[in-house]
């Protein structure tokens, strides 16, 4: 049963950058977030459907940080050491090929509905069905390019709406001693650090390990060792293997037993988490509404999927942000959804007029305070909502 603990309103698109002219057909849902009491699993009461959000306009590029890249790279050289054989890996959700470019052409398969992307990772040599993730799928290349013994996915399975689809379709093309290795966000993080801009469409969950280990058995899968990372603000990564077939690492009950102290089974935890929610956007309004009065200039750093769901679950526009910096060229010259703030190039607008920058990448504090240094040296403050609303 779903128990319905956090509305954060009409929410649009998160990575929907739009023209001022596509303004008038931008797309709307209500973003309610529900505990699911029988898996656990934290989900939205209503999904977007997949196409609106993955398509061939998507712009979100994993390899536009640096710490991304550094991630990728090093799991890479622990998933492949020179003197083993090399493993047939298949990506489902490759982006812009920013963990497949460590691996063969020859032996490595990449899922990506996105057509830009899949092209992208075509040109690069890489087989790519730009397909959604699906049973059918698993069959085809399981004839086509035969079972796998890595499947990765990164940021990528709590995009996926039907989780028993995705698991069964990764049950079908995983070898008999296959290990299917993924990694999101994790729950414990997110109520830890208060930050539920880890909530829009394209996370229709926030997973737990307590839930996932629920689902991935209802499946055939079962976790056999966790890891957790400090990407994305606290993700964990998941290493699941057919049931039965590998040995229990002890990290499985220990992050499952200290989500069972967060309280990350029980409804209870969640109510107190909208609170708190709640709480922030009051504070960062009063922030930003305090900067505007004492004429302060304040811009956001990183147009993010994330700031999506805040400014608009905050009524946060143009009027107290008067643009957004992002390095991503897909995102420069168009407009943030649903708030419609401008987003810029770094060049164009990070500089000396500006006295605030909001984090809407507080997941890249570290590497971005590297960057800019000299914005800091010359008097320049970033202000974060994590884990509550404070300037930095
Ligand atoms: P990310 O946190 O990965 O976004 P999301 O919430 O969509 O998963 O990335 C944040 C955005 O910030 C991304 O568009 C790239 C941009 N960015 C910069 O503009 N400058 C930077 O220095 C970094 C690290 C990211």
């Not at 929410?11 to 931008?26: R, S, T, V, W």
Request: proline share 4%; charged share 25%; aromatic share 12%.
């Amino acid at each position: 049963m779903l128990n319905k603990f956090l509305d954060l309103g009409k929410q649009p698109i998160a990575n929907g950058f739009l023209y001022k002219d596509q303004i008038k057909d931008e797309y709307f849902f209500n973003l309610g977030v529900a505990f699911d009491e029988d898996t656990k699993l934290i989900t939205q009461t209503e999904y977007v459907d997949p196409p609106l959000m993955f398509n061939d306009e998507y712009v979100y590029r994993g390899s536009m940080s640096q710490t991304m890249r550094e991630h990728f790279k090093e799991l890479s050289g622990v998933l492949w050491k020179n003197d083993s054989p090399m493993p047939k890996i298949l990506e489902i959700g490759s982006n812009d090929g920013v963990f497949l470019k460590h691996w063969p052409t020859d032996s490595t398969v990449a899922v990506e509905p996105c057509g830009n992307f899949a092209k992208e990772t075509q040109d690069m040599g890489y087989t790519t069905y730009a397909e959604f993730w699906t049973t059918k799928l698993a069959e085809e290349i399981k004839l086509t390019n035969g079972e796998r013994d890595i499947i990765f996915a990164a940021n990528c399975i709590c995009h996926i709406p039907d989780l028993y689809e995705t698991f069964k379709a990764v049950d079908i093309l995983l070898k008999p001693n296959g290990v299917f290795i993924f990694e999101d966000p994790s729950l414990a993080e997110v109520i830890n650090n208060n930050s539920y801009d880890q909530i829009y469409d394209e996370h229709p969950h926030v997973f737990s390990v307590i839930a996932l280990d629920n689902l991935l058995n209802r499946n055939g899968l079962e976790i056999v060792k966790v890891k957790n990372l400090s990407v994305h603000g606290g993700s964990n990564r998941i290493y699941a293997m057919k049931k039965g077939v590998g040995s229990i690492h002890k990290s499985v009950e220990q992050n499952k037993s200290y989500e069972r102290v967060l309280g990350l089974d029980k409804m209870e935890t969640f109510i107190r988490f909208a609170e708190k929610v709640e709480q922030s956007k009051d504070d960062l309004v009063r922030l930003l509404r305090k900067c505007k009065y004492e004429g302060k200039k304040v811009i956001s750093y990183g147009a993010s999927s994330k700031s999506t769901t805040i400014f608009n679950y905050c009524g946060i526009g143009p009027e107290l942000l008067s643009y957004i910096t992002d390095t991503t060229p897909e995102k420069q010259g168009k407009l943030s959804p649903g708030v419609h703030i401008p987003v810029i190039a770094p060049e164009q607008g990070f500089n000396e007029t500006v006295h605030f920058a909001y984090l809407g990448a507080w997941n890249f504090i570290k590497e971005i305070k590297n960057k800019e240094k000299d914005f800091v040296d010359g008097g320049g403050k970033f202000i974060t909502h994590v884990p509550t609303i404070r300037v930095v």
